[in-house]
């Protein structure tokens, strides 16, 4: 059984700083390629980063791009996303996600490109 966990939200307000984790556990490290996606209320499930089988490559929606950071530990088999700079529209509900074991990871950017996914965690960025 596949599951993923993800800790790290909270409230913080706008400028600051959140590391998000998703502890990933039934899919062997290394082996898939991960991402964050983000739900704001009343809006569809949208892609924020993406991250290959062994670190790359990386990839990010425009808004976040040179303020997030993705990255992954194949030792402990985590996930991670650094936000800094965060802004009152980054408020969403993040989740991570996975896929089946692949080498595949460029453009893997739709919800349907993932099999597996996290419960979310709340962040709420305020003014």
């Known amino acids: 059984q596949v599951t993923l966990i993800e800790s790290g939200g909270g409230s913080v307000q706008t400028g600051g700083s959140l590391r998000l984790a998703c502890t990933v556990s039934?899919?062997?490290?290394?082996?898939?390629?991960a991402a964050w996606f983000r739900q704001a209320p009343g809006k569809e499930r949208e892609f924020v980063a993406l991250?290959?089988?062994?670190?790359?490559?990386?990839q990010y929606v425009d808004s976040v791009n040179g303020r997030f950071a993705i990255s992954r530990d194949n030792r402990k088999n985590i996930l991670y996303l650094q936000m800094n700079y965060l802004q009152v529209d980054d408020t969403a509900v993040y989740y991570c996600?996975?896929?089946?074991?692949?080498?595949?990871?460029?453009?893997?950017?739709?919800?349907?490109?993932?099999?597996?996914w996290g419960q979310g965690t709340q962040v709420t960025v305020s003014s």
């Open positions: 996600a996975a896929t089946r074991p692949t080498r595949v990871a460029a453009s893997k950017t739709a919800v349907s490109d993932y099999d597996y």
């Open positions: 039934g899919l062997p490290a290394g082996t898939f390629t």
């Open positions: 991250i290959g089988w062994n670190g790359t490559p990386m």
